[in-house]
């Protein structure tokens, strides 16, 4: 069953490379990584990663569905949210980038990391990916908190 569903994941990954069987020999046997173009079948949104991560721990909640696939580049510090493509989507706020056609993210095959790329939510195949609202709605919470306990911590280093 896991197999299965690697195989899968991997398969819907690899669909958005102009070449899917390069890139899936890429992932095996290169650096690991491969360019994709987002805007076909997703768009990514990258925000910084203090935001990211407390945004996906509120994802899990048990009344939400699972989260989607989800991305994090320990070397820029950010974390990656894949969600269905819209090019005329507006995303505003401190550090947030909106990904979408015309545009290459950098990934990982699906089953391991590669070099500072790791899934945090891998795909899992089904092209099941964050819904827009949901996202948007725990981002706004977790910039909430973090406003809240920013403050405390600077004061503490002071």
Known sequence: MADTMWMRSVEWLAAAASDPRACKWEWDHGIGVSLLEAGRYWDVLSVPDELGLLTLDLLWRPSLPAPGPTLVDVGARRVGFFLPPDPGSRWIGAGVRHTSRG????????????????????????????????????????????????????????
């Open 103 to 158: 545009a290459w993210v950098a990934v990982p095959p699906p089953y391991r990391s590669a070099g500072l790329l790791e899934w945090l939510v891998p795909p899992d195949g089904s092209g099941r990916l964050h819904p827009p609202t949901t996202l948007e709605l725990a981002l706004r919470q977790a910039n909430g908190t973090l406003a809240v306990l920013t403050p405390q911590a600077n004061s503490r280093l002071q």
